[in-house]
């Protein structure tokens, strides 16, 4: 309670307690079996696994696998390039992924993180691997008109059209506020443009690390739920995920292998690379393109 900086009011303390005790229990057993990745009690240990996926995933129940607005976007032509890609790629040590904010922020933005992470690092491969941090409250706040529910959950692609038509500012002059607020976006201070995304072929993985290699992070869908809320170290693979019911945004920004595991890195953790689309990390994924 103290590491984690919470208390508790004297009705919901036991509850509290209770959930933490299951979810110890659950920890204990998956470390103890034969798993490629550890658990660990964490800030989430107080929560059961439907108040988890209620409070810090996208809520937004199945995704919709429909491109949006044809005219801005393309498919990925995995033709366009001959050349072998690397055993690995990793885009966080080439300094073009910046840190998620530590945030209990009560709000539904992981769309929002992955949408803008991911233009922001292509923002930056773009001028020479300068990192510009952007505005991911301008998305949160300004996106309703392409399909978003700004603290109440959004769609990756909706969020690349809204930077396509309007850009980004930085998220020095439009900080993050951890709640929707209306839209104070202006165009005198935009930072950054984009011309269209890209989408990779559905359940694809070879076509997505292709992607990853060739062109920077990419931003992705996964089944948060069960296990996944205590990850602390390894590559995560669980059998019981699904690869349709996505409940939350990531940005994967490379990938490798790990004691004979294969991986993608996303910004905190390494999910199961090649192993059945498995949480659903190459249903539905997309970049965006920087308007040259």
């Known amino acids: 309670m103290n590491k984690h900086d919470k208390s508790y009011e004297s009705g919901h303390f036991n509850k509290a307690y209770n959930t933490f005790k299951n979810n110890f229990d659950l920890i204990t057993t998956w470390n103890q079996q034969k798993h490629s990745s550890r658990l660990g009690l964490n800030k989430f240990a107080d929560l059961s696994n439907k108040e988890f996926i209620l409070q810090f995933t996208n809520a937004k129940g ?18 366009s390039s001959s050349s ?20 209990d922020a009560d709000c539904l933005s992981s769309y929002a993180f992955s949408s803008v992470g991911c233009a922001e690092s292509m923002w930056a491969i ?12 301008q998305v949160l706040d300004c996106s309703g008109g392409n399909g978003n529910e700004g603290c109440n959950g959004g769609e990756i692609n909706n969020s690349f059209e809204y930077m396509i038509v309007d850009g980004l500012q930085s998220a020095k002059t439009y ?34 690390a292709q992607a990853v290699a060739t062109h920077g992070p990419v931003s992705v869908y996964i089944d948060a739920s069960g296990e996944f809320q205590f990850y602390e170290s390894g590559v995560y693979y669980n059998a019981q995920c699904s690869s349709t019911n996505l409940d939350h945004s990531v940005l994967v920004t490379g990938y490798g292998v790990l004691n004979n595991d294969n991986y993608w890195s996303i910004r905190y953790a390494l999910m199961s690379k090649d192993k059945g689309n498995n949480c659903g990390i190459a249903t539905k994924s997309s970049y965006i393109i920087v308007k040259g």
Request: net charge negative.
């Open 126 to 137: 773009y001028n020479d691997f300068a990192v510009i941090p952007l505005s991911v409250q």
């Open 175 to 208: 900080p993050f506020k951890g709640k929707q607020q209306k839209c104070q976006a202006d165009p005198v201070e935009t930072v950054a443009a984009y011309s269209n995304y890209t989408t990779i072929a559905q359940a694809d993985e070879q076509e997505m």
């Open 84 to 103: 072998p890609i690397p055993i690995s790629v990793d885009w966080t040590k080439k300094g073009v992924v910046s840190a998620v904010p530590n945030t």
């Open 62 to 79: 199945q995704i919709n696998h429909n491109n949006n607005n044809n005219q801005l976007v393309s498919t990925f032509d995995s033709s």
